[in-house]
């Protein structure tokens, strides 16, 4: 059988750093696919595959956690 691979999952990276103003959240795709990723959401809905290990990104999830609320 095929082996299955989450919709989540990224092949390629966005090549430049986004601009923290644009983004609206992020998730790490999941344990099962084949290249970690961060995915950030824009606030137009866009979603962008990144290196987790860029040093913007590292910061800009960082400054992501400070924007969101911490789930209680």
């Keep these: 059988s095929a ?19 644009v983004l609206k959240n992020f998730y790490e795709t ?16 866009k979603k962008v595959c990144v290196d ?3 040093p913007w990104v590292t910061k800009m999830v960082a400054k992501l ?3 969101t609320t911490p789930h209680a």
């Design 3 to 21: 082996t299955h691979t989450p919709v989540e999952c990224c092949f390629n990276y966005a090549k430049h750093a986004l601009r923290p103003a």
């Design 30 to 45: 999941p344990k099962e696919c084949f290249y970690p990723a961060i995915v950030f959401e824009t606030k137009n809905g």
């Design 52 to 54: 987790p290990e860029q």
């Design 65 to 67: 956690q400070n924007n």
